[in-house]
């Protein structure tokens, strides 16, 4: 068994293609992760789908033939060619893999390097990954590591103080562009976890916010949790709202466009609008005194805050390298004791029906088999003990893969022999 990661995000792919591999719709996933299950390389997968990435992580049998299936799925859902996806995709085997995973589940491998939220969506990935049945402890024992690595991360640097989101970043570029937002008013259009974010930011440097949503009944609920001083507006009002505003934060779970060409005018005034989905909400459009920013734009504010960022992604980076180091010796002291186990067990098979035999032909006398099973359980003990030792020894070593590999061939002791008895802290949550 072996870990692999296919990896599209902002580093390897445009939003373009973003927007034609995300796999918000339950059906494309659920899609992807049944093909992926079908193939005889593939044991497990969980796949992460957010506005900046599409993970797919796995435990598979071979690499090669794995990512090749896994491709194909990825091809037939998306439309996008094999040839294209093989040229953008990362791919990330075994050490690489979990470097990776740890990377992502601690903010390092976003586009705004130290953001919590890919914590938890990374989390909710995991825990629809078991409840449908497509993953289970080989992936289980990795993100229980993961989710460890994250914390430590957090509480260990100031790398996530004061987080930037992509929202506080689109609020930050508004606030660049006009120096002030006190006094302006902003259309937020949608009541989700990146709209409340943004509404946040925005009430916090003087800005009224007007927060627009399809379910008016919702969306109020959600601004009173904001703050009592937004405003709720229905989506019937929407091309009223953009012709009326200057600034204007959309971040909806829309497939299509919100707002379209033929809703906008032209106006006598400078607007700002911030396109914070994936899908795009904002149709690409070009008009006097507009100015459209997308997910890739808000780079800019990112890389203002990288200075600070940098040393304490360094240490952030020392942090993940050591769990995932951590893993793997864990994972081969999974594998050992139990190979240590086998081994006695089947010593002392050899041995009892070896004496079994010699009292049935008569070279024992029955009444001695206590003390001669006491002889024999010494004597195998005698000789296990140096081997016990050393291959304990070698847990930590590079070279146990390859000595535990052999002892297994050696004395035929089955691939998952103990492997499966782990069961993580938060498989286990999952299901009280």
């Known amino acids: 068994m072996q870990y692999l990661v296919v990896s599209f995000s902002h580093k390897n792919t445009d939003l373009h293609t ?4 995300a796999l918000s719709e339950e059906s494309k996933k659920e899609a992807v992760a049944c093909a992926a299950l079908k193939s005889e390389w593939i044991n497990e997968i969980i796949i992460l789908s957010t506005c900046n990435r599409v993970e797919l992580i796995t435990s598979v049998k071979e690499p090669f033939k794995a990512t090749e299936d896994l491709l194909e799925a990825l091809g037939r859902v998306s439309g996008i060619s094999l040839e294209e996806l093989e040229g953008r995709a990362d791919i990330y085997e075994d050490h690489g893999a979990i470097h990776h995973i740890f ?19 990374l989390k909710d990935a995991y825990k629809e990954a078991f409840e449908k049945g497509w993953c289970g402890q080989k992936l289980g024992r990795v993100m229980h590591f993961a989710f460890k690595c994250a914390k430590e991360v957090r509480s260990s640097t100031d790398i996530s103080k004061n987080p930037v989101s992509i929202a506080s970043a689109a609020v930050a570029m508004a606030q660049d562009r006009l120096g002030n937002l006190g006094g302006y008013s902003a259309v937020v259009v949608g009541a989700g ?16 916010v007007i927060l627009v949503g399809r379910d008016v009944e919702k969306t109020a609920q959600v601004a009173q949790e904001i703050d009592p001083s937004v405003e709720v507006k229905s989506s019937a009002d929407l091309e009223f709202l953009v012709n009326g505003y200057r600034l204007l934060f959309s971040a909806t779970s829309s497939k299509e466009p919100v707002i379209t060409r033929q809703m906008v005018q032209k106006r006598d005034f400078d607007r700002l609008w911030f396109d914070m989905a994936v899908p795009r909400d904002i149709e690409e459009m070009r008009m006097e005194r507009l100015s459209i920013y997308a997910v890739d734009d808000l780079k800019e504010i990112v890389e203002k805050n ?14 993940v390298g050591r769990y995932a180091k951590e893993f793997f010796k864990w994972l081969q002291t999974l594998e050992i004791d139990p190979i240590i186990k086998e081994i006695r067990a089947q010593a002392k098979e050899a041995a009892m029906a070896e004496l079994s035999k010699a009292i ?9 088999r206590k003390n001669v099973e006491k002889l024999l359980h010494s004597a195998f003990n005698r000789f296990l003990h140096q081997p016990t030792k050393k291959l ?19 004395f035929d002791i089955e691939e998952e022999v103990g492997l499966n008895r782990y069961k993580c802290e938060y498989f286990m949550n999952l299901r009280s």
Do not use: N, W
């Open 18 to 21: 973003r927007e034609r591999l």
């Open 103 to 121: 990377s992502v589940a601690s903010g390092l491998d976003s586009l705004v390097v130290g953001e919590t939220q890919i914590a938890g969506q």
């Open 193 to 208: 976890e990146m709209g409340r974010l943004a509404a946040k930011h925005l009430i916090a440097r003087g800005c009224h």
């Open 306 to 319: 990288m200075a600070f960022r940098e040393e304490q992604a360094r240490i952030a980076y020392q942090i």
């Open 360 to 368: 049935k032909k008569g070279f024992i006398d029955p009444k001695d």
């Open 392 to 410: 304990k020894a070698i847990a930590d070593e590079p070279s146990a893969d390859t000595i535990v590999e052999a002892i297994k061939f050696f």
